[in-house]
């Protein structure tokens, strides 16, 4: 593969992390209609897939943030990937939930961490980037200074564009829709004729059918 995002995308579909269903649907939990679901959990159970992401990751955050001090997952599906950057870079790792703890401390953000570090949160999937960007809010409230976000993958919705610029919040990602759907046709993993069908999907998610 030339590109990390066209490698990246390769291994997804190999490993039916993501599923392609021009002709029929799927029904996210927001009720829309998708031709695509994307399972990055599904990684972990392959190494040299899980391996591939994780020296990818590495290999970014190297690249674009040399002074992070700490790395922070989203829970839950981006805990393991960020553990894994973390054991590689030698560095902290800590996560944030979904919501705070009813019980206990009520912690919201979970492990060892001080004011003003400067954090890399890792997210497995970006759709319209509410649920990632609660957890850069959340950092950022308890003081931490984020740097950007990395995931393994995006739909590149312009929904999602929008919600990182206004929130000041750089979002890289190792693979992305536009990449995956060029590989899944070159490959014969779709046909050239669905091509447009998951195109337009992508354009107007919430009225496809």
Partial sequence: ??????????????????????????TWASGWKSPIYCDNRKTLSFPKVRDCIKNEFVNLIKEKYPDVEVIAGVATGAIAHGVLVAEAMDLPFIYVRSSAKSHGMENLIEGYYEKGQKVVVVEDLVSTGGSSLKAVNALRDAGCEVLGMVAIFSYGFSLAQ??????????????????MIDLAI???Y?????ENKLKQWRLSPETYK
Avoid: Q, R, W
Wanted: glycine letters at 2%; a negative charge; hydrophobic letters at 40%.
């Fill in 1 to 26: 593969m030339n590109t990390v995002a066209e490698k990246v995308a390769s291994n997804l579909l190999e490993i039916k992390a993501i599923k392609l269903e021009p002709l029929n649907s799927f």
């Fill in 162 to 179: 929008d919600n990182f610029v206004k929130s000041n919040c750089e979002l890289t990602t190792l693979s992305n829709y536009d990449a």
């Fill in 186 to 188: 070159k490959s014969g």
């Fill in 190 to 194: 779709v046909h050239a004729s669905e």
